[in-house]
């Protein structure tokens, strides 16, 4: 079982950048997807980025593509979601989550079993 504690949201204005952490609980040699996912209000929630365990390999979805980046630090169990050129359309309440299923799946955003409790980011025009 792996539990995750997002920080860094906050308040921030139409082109400002923010960037996220999470905190990863790990058992010595598990190896598993960390991701970010985001609820707008009123809307499903959605993908936005995966790291897989080494940190090497990244996806993401289509909102976040060109302006977010996703990192790991795997020394500190730690990922990052780096937003630039905010806009009030990211405005929602971002999730961490982790997945032990495989990359072709955690990839997209499938199959992720353990999630924090979010982090809200709200963006002002």
């Known amino acids: 079982q792996v539990h995750v504690t997002e920080s860094g949201g906050g308040l921030a204005q139409a082109g400002d950048s923010l960037r996220l952490s999470c905190a990863a609980s790990?058992?010595?040699?598990?190896?598993?997807?960390l991701g970010w996912f985001r609820q707008p209000p009123g809307r499903d929630r959605e993908f936005v980025a995966a790291v897989n365990w080494s940190g090497r390999l990244t996806s993401y979805g289509e909102s976040a593509k060109g302006r977010f980046t996703i990192s790991r630090d795997t020394a500190n169990s730690t990922v990052y979601l780096q937003m630039n050129n905010l806009t009030p359309e990211d405005t929602a309440l971002y999730y961490c989550?982790?997945?032990?299923?495989?990359?072709?799946?955690?990839?997209?955003?499938?199959?992720?079993?353990?999630w924090g409790r979010g982090t809200q980011v709200t963006v002002s025009s």
């Open positions: 790990e058992r010595t040699g598990s190896t598993y997807t």
């Open positions: 989550a982790a997945a032990y299923g495989g990359w072709s799946s955690t990839s997209r955003g499938y199959d992720f079993d353990y």
